[in-house]
């Protein structure tokens, strides 16, 4: 994290969450309520989710507790970190128990204890893709270490989960599983607030929270996520063989920690679902003892190095074409490594697009050809999980060297790879628009397909790398014949305010380019420039002159050899 962003997270609670507070214990009379101390996020129960919502109110904007007295975790008379640090030294390190009222919602005891005009109104986020499944192996012979990997599936950002995973063979030995000897978090870059667990009376606990103040982090929704490895012992003398592992009270933590802006500021506030609890489908798995365990084997769990950060940019660049005509879609790949190759699974909309084809873009600087290469496509094919509906696809996959050498994609550079030929349907209504999208699952004869990079002989997806972010294309469909609302840059058929603010964006704010530069280009000089809104501007509300040709009603270019035309260009 930048350190401007590390200031920002330390500093906040200091001044606006210390002003909210006062005003809402000055203007809002003390309550008697019952609540439940620690239950933050109101859903009658004290666990991992409580402290992410903690967290999301004193730093990221996320909305107050209901109760702000049951967020007083420690009983102190105010809000802060204390209480987060608190709330996990109980739930998961044997610290202090939270005082009254617990377990059970009652009056508050203390008469200066924070207002609390309502409880209870929260209630657990319904995830129907939520899951959490556990495995495990051990080698043993003369090594008692054994390696446990968590997978989760969500449909949305987390900031934390925690479970309880029972050993009922007894063949783990009791210990402290803390970073780095025994945990290590496999979804997230960055040293994060708080990852500990331990191994008592037959039941691993183990939680982990994204981030407290200085280093936020959430874990990417997507299915059967590696998010933790657990490396324990076992017992000495520990037959080979399956044991079972059984996940219990498993909890996952709802987060959407708003974007970070330039000069890390936060973009926005954080939703309104930021620390709700999560109840996942909970799988247990086995723990697999590939040899006997030696009774004098050794336990040595120091966590292998975590594999060097990687940010990793997938784009299609936006396109236009016109019914019946050609439309190409730049594939543009961009990482903070060399990368030795990449696959990739790419979606549309057979209805409006048929593929034709595939071309290789990027050439090896010393000419020789990819050490492999496969590039396939098809106009009506079901993709796993749409219900049967035909759907095209793209998929293919590239090796571009066996070895890092010089003949690799270049690092920190947006280099074009390939590029998606399309042909528009004749029948296609203009305009229209349709989009390109990466989705995993595309069916090559070899089998399913999914977007992923190569980079340092190891095969990089979303869930491995620091950051792994998709672009998708726009495909702007016109008509054949170029006509436009000179001015009308959103292309919605009439020049209204919207459309400064469209270019605007568009120019400066890195948004989408108009369906025609053209009908942009407001004045009519050539160029597609601040000049533009500004003249709409002045002719809207100023009483500037009239708008050049064609303006007021659809109709072509009176001016020749103007460089714009209504095919908007990528940036």
């Known amino acids: 994290m930048n350190e401007s962003i590390r200031r920002k997270a330390q500093l906040s609670p200091s001044a606006t969450f210390w002003f909210a507070l006062i005003l809402l214990a000055t203007t809002s009379p003390l309550s008697a309520a019952d609540f439940l101390r620690g239950d933050v996020n109101g859903d009658g129960g004290v666990s991992i989710s409580d402290a992410h919502a903690l967290t999301g109110y004193m730093f990221f904007g996320a909305p107050a507790p209901e109760c702000p007295n049951s967020g007083d975790s420690n009983a102190d008379g105010r809000i802060d970190i204390s209480d987060t640090v608190g709330l996990m030294n109980f739930l998961f390190l044997g610290g202090q128990s939270i005082p009254a009222p617990y377990p059970n919602a009652g009056p508050d005891p203390n008469p200066l204890g924070l207002p609390c005009p309502s409880y209870g109104d929260g209630s657990p986020l319904v995830d129907p893709a939520a899951k959490m499944e556990i495995s495990g192996v051990a080698a043993g012979g003369n090594s008692r ?205 057979e209805d409006i697009l048929q593929a034709t084809g595939t071309r290789k873009l990027w050439q090896k600087p010393g000419g020789t050809p990819y050490e492999f290469e496969r590039f396939e496509f098809n106009n009506s094919s079901a993709i796993p999980g749409s219900g049967g509906v035909d759907e095209g696809f793209l998929a293919g996959a590239a090796i571009i060297s066996l070895t890092d050498t010089g003949d690799v994609l270049p690092p920190s550079q947006e280099v074009e790879v390939i590029e998606f030929d ?29 977007n992923k990079l190569i980079a340092g002989g190891v095969e990089v997806t979303p869930a491995l790398a620091s950051s792994f972010f998709f672009v998708n294309a726009q495909v702007n469909i016109v008509p054949g014949v170029t006509v436009f609302v000179r001015g009308d840059s959103d292309s919605s058929g009439e020049v209204n305010i919207s459309d400064p603010v469209y270019t605007l964006n568009y120019l400066y704010q890195g948004g989408r380019a108009p369906f025609c530069l ?54």
Not at 194 to 212: A, M, Q
Not at 428 to 447: L, S
Not at 518 to 545: C, H, Q
Request: aromatic share 6%.
């Open 145 to 349: 270490k054994a390696v446990l990997t968590l997978k989760v599936s969500s449909s949305g950002p987390l900031g934390g989960y925690a479970f309880n995973l029972a050993d009922a063979a007894g063949v783990f030995e009791e210990q402290r599983l803390s970073k780095p000897a025994g945990l290590r978090e496999l979804a997230l870059e960055g040293d994060h607030a708080f990852l500990t667990g331990e191994s008592k009376e037959g039941i691993v606990r183990v939680g982990f929270l994204g981030g407290i103040a200085n280093d936020p982090g959430e874990i990417p929704p997507g299915q059967d996520v590696d998010v933790l490895e657990v490396f324990t012992c076992l017992k000495p003398g520990t037959p080979a063989g399956e044991y079972p592992l059984t996940l219990q009270a498993g909890e996952l933590v709802a987060s959407c920690i708003p974007p970070v802006g330039p000069n890390g500021e936060y973009l926005g506030t954080a939703c309104p679902d930021m620390g709700r609890a999560i109840h996942p489908i909970l799988v247990s798995g086995t723990l697999v003892v590939q040899e006997a365990v030696e009774a004098g084997a050794g336990c040595s769990i120091a966590v292998p190095p975590k594999p060097a950060p990687i940010h990793i940019l997938f784009k299609l660049s936006d396109a236009t074409g016109t019914p019946g005509g050609p439309v190409s879609v730049p594939f543009v790949i961009k990482a903070d490594r060399a990368s030795t190759g990449f696959s990739y699974s790419v979606d549309f909309n």
């Open 422 to 450: 399309f042909q528009v349907r004749s029948g296609v209504a203009a305009p229209t628009t349709t989009e390109v999208v990466f989705m995993d699952g595309a069916q090559q004869a070899g089998g399913s397909v999914n």
């Open 518 to 571: 053209d009908a942009a280009d407001a004045n009519d000089d050539g160029t597609l420039d601040l000049s533009d809104p500004v003249a709409t501007l002045a002719f809207l509300f100023l009483g500037g002159s009239p708008l050049p040709d064609p303006g007021g009603t659809l109709g072509k270019d009176p001016t020749e050899n103007d460089s714009l035309t209504c095919f908007s260009e990528s940036r």
